[in-house]
């Protein structure tokens, strides 16, 4: 029904950037949310950034200032550039949707990517 395609990542040293990018394909009528979780080895997934349709934009504290994203609606794409990475920012970073409208309604929330590498070496 929708499936998430993430792209970009990769490794870089502490203070460079990376820049990735998440498209969102199926059968969509609108898409409510759209933005960013990452994942470090042993720790829960955090939400990193979230862009609403409307336009509201959220980012998580530790990424404020350094990380910014924005929103296509048209191509239900989201993309994020990161600047003055930190090791700590090595993670795997997936994409998500919710509040996924189809032709029939809404559907069963919410949908993610398989997850792209970031990682950041010292």
């Known amino acids: 029904q929708v499936q998430l395609v993430e792209s970009g990542g990769g490794s870089v040293q502490a203070g460079g950037s990376v820049a990735i990018s998440c498209a969102a394909s199926g059968t969509i009528v609108s898409i409510n949310v759209m933005g960013w979780y990452r994942q470090a080895p042993g720790t829960e997934r955090e939400l990193v950034a979230s862009?609403?349709?409307?336009?509201?934009?959220k980012y998580a504290d530790s990424v404020m200032g350094r990380f910014t994203g924005s929103r296509d609606n048209a191509k239900n794409t989201v993309y994020l550039q990161m600047n003055s990475l930190k090791p700590e920012d090595t993670a795997v970073y997936f994409c998500?949707?919710?509040?996924?409208?189809?032709?029939?309604?809404?559907?069963?929330?919410?949908?993610w990517g398989q997850g792209t590498q970031i990682t950041v070496s010292s």
């Open positions: 862009f609403h349709e409307r336009g509201t934009t």
């Open positions: 998500y949707a919710a509040g996924v409208e189809g032709p029939s309604g809404y559907y069963t929330e919410p949908y």
